[in-house]
């Protein structure tokens, strides 16, 4: 059987790459931690923040945690460099808590595609800024 791919495939140039983080942003944006797994390997390595998590399922269980404590959660991904199937990312958040605190998350994270197009790594690190 034919294994499944996930386009735009690496080697990325800058317009593919756009394209694909675009795609994957959408993802995060629909917070459905299903539809944003989709975009990783089974069991792929990811760091948010402090948070080490490895597989989709992990993945899954911490995004619909994150979600419900940073509600109207909202993501913008900027291209920063992209080179065979890395990608070097800037990103913001805009989200605010139960109490009705807003906040802004800035930082910038690094992923690792396999040549199927798959996350196997990615890593984020950031700063939230109460408004």
Excluded: C, I
């Amino acid at each position: 059987m034919k294994a499944e791919k996930h386009l735009p495939l690496p080697p990325w140039d800058m317009d593919s790459a756009a394209q694909k983080l675009q795609l994957l942003e959408q993802a995060w944006n629909t917070l459905n931690p299903d539809k944003v797994a989709e975009f990783y390997t089974e069991n792929a390595e990811v760091r948010y923040g402090t948070e080490f998590l490895t597989g989709r399922e992990e993945l899954k269980n911490f995004l619909t945690q994150l979600w419900q404590q940073q509600l109207g959660f909202k993501l913008k991904l900027d291209l920063w460099g992209a080179l065979k199937g890395r990608m070097a990312v800037r990103f913001t958040t805009e989200w605010h808590d139960a109490a009705g605190v807003d906040y802004k998350s800035f930082g910038v994270q690094v992923f690792q595609f396999n040549d199927d197009g798959f996350a196997e790594m990615n890593f984020a690190s950031y700063n939230d800024l109460p408004l």
